[in-house]
């Protein structure tokens, strides 16, 4: 059984939200793991949550002038600590002695409410839970002392919370579209790694797909199912698994940390986030930026830019991402450019990612109706011969598009192709 993976294709864009305990540390969401901070010292991030400038209706606000179509946040990352009101731990925003409530459900009826569809993160790594045996990624791997009560520790109570914590995110909050667990992973440094065996995969998977039939799982529990989601990375061309070709989402930061990082300054532009979902809807796959919320619960200023940047692009240019995929081969880009590709509308969109001068050259020309730049629908003549100023001779099928000097005000330009029907 497969989730229906149809809407997805085509929305293409999604928000990733990472927030926990870590963002009062404000510097990194594993710094539990980079620190090796023990559940004790750990403990003054939990008394001291206090999210009271926390505005769910703000945050899908964002999500929506961005042009996201869907959203995942993390219900419980690495630490432990969880969103929502669980009953199988008290480690969760609902006791905290500052913030005492539940977080995540006002979170999903906001983003709803305004159509954007609903995905969980779940960490299966669990380094607060007593019985989550130690691996290559615990904080406490060097700690002799923490060493001594590895015996005691038990996989199989972990995997019955696990999969109870599952079945409440499954069967408490109504149509969940996307389940994105993490993750597994391998040994290294002599200390073990931790995989599908570990996390009981193929009973979870059916249990979520039980209560949740149309679900999206991600491939991290080391059993592939709907999504393949490639991290900080850009494939070459369309993402492959066994050589094939699969439904894919890169995941990426606006930073270098998921979680808030105050005193970090390696924030990609607005123009960088915009180029990045256009190289990954050229190459048939989703982008999910994320955003890691400050610890008094609002969006970080650099992040609200890029959302309200990228917004005003997509506001008059998301006819070339929505619906789109790859162009069929038989296109050839030009230089320093992406295709994308509407196969319900026939329409090719032309991605400038360095203005060209005046003249760029198409070697389907048979193919070609009528040119426009989409930021102003502002026409874009068509040379299917060669004339005064063009000093090259085109062939049959060449055309010419006369480019204006001067770039548009937009960050990414983009000439829209109306295609002829092919011929049989």
């Known amino acids: 059984m497969k989730g229906d993976s149809s809407w997805f294709t085509h929305d293409r864009f999604g928000m990733f939200i990472h927030w926990g305990l870590y963002a009062l540390g404000a510097r990194h969401e594993w710094l539990r ?209 066994d050589g094939k070709r699969v439904t894919w989402e890169s995941c990426h930061t606006f930073s270098g940390s998921w979680g808030y990082h105050r005193d970090e300054q390696s924030w990609k532009s607005t123009e960088l986030c915009t180029k990045l979902l256009i190289d990954t809807v050229s190459k048939g796959g989703n982008l999910i930026l994320n955003v890691g919320p400050t610890a008094r619960g609002e969006f970080d200023f650099r992040a609200l830019d890029r959302l309200n940047g990228i917004g005003e692009w997509m506001k008059r240019h998301s006819r070339s991402i929505y619906g789109c995929t790859e162009a069929p081969k038989e296109f050839n880009c030009p230089p320093d450019c992406r295709y994308t590709y509407n196969p319900k509308t026939n329409r090719l969109y032309l991605h400038f990612f360095s203005w060209p001068y005046k003249h760029v050259y198409l070697d389907f020309g048979d193919r070609v109706e009528y040119a426009q730049l989409l930021n102003d629908a502002s026409e874009i003549k068509i040379e ?41």
């Open 33 to 241: 793991n980079y620190e090796a901070i023990s559940v004790a010292d750990y403990q003054k991030y939990f008394d001291h949550f206090e999210p009271d400038l926390y505005d769910p209706e703000a945050w899908a606000d964002a999500a929506v002038r961005a042009g996201m179509k869907y959203f995942v946040i993390t219900t419980k990352h690495h630490e432990g600590f969880c969103l929502w009101d669980t009953k199988y731990t008290d480690y969760k925003a609902p006791k905290t002695p500052l913030c005492g409530k539940d977080l995540l459900t006002p979170m999903v009826e906001a983003f709803r409410s305004r159509g954007i569809k609903v995905g969980f993160y779940h960490s299966l790594l669990d380094w607060h839970h007593p019985d989550y045996t130690l691996d290559r990624c615990h904080p406490m791997r060097k700690n002799k002392e923490y060493l001594k009560g590895e015996s005691k520790k038990d996989m199989a109570r972990y995997r019955k919370y696990l999969y109870g914590q599952v079945e409440e995110l499954m069967t408490q909050f109504g149509k969940v579209d996307i389940i994105w667990f993490d993750f597994s992973f391998q040994p290294a440094d002599g200390l073990k790694g931790k995989g599908k065996d570990d996390w009981g995969s193929e009973k979870l998977i059916k249990m979520v797909r039980n209560y949740q039939p149309d679900i999206i799982i991600n491939d991290r529990l080391q059993i592939p199912q709907d999504i393949f989601t490639p991290e900080q990375s850009q494939p070459a061309e369309w993402y492959k698994v």
């Open 384 to 424: 299917k011969k060669a004339s005064w100023g063009i000093n090259i001779n085109l062939t049959k099928k060449q055309v010419c598009l006369l480019i204006p000097d001067l770039k548009p005000s937009v960050e990414v330009p983009v000439v829209e192709i109306f295609l002829k029907p092919r011929r049989n």
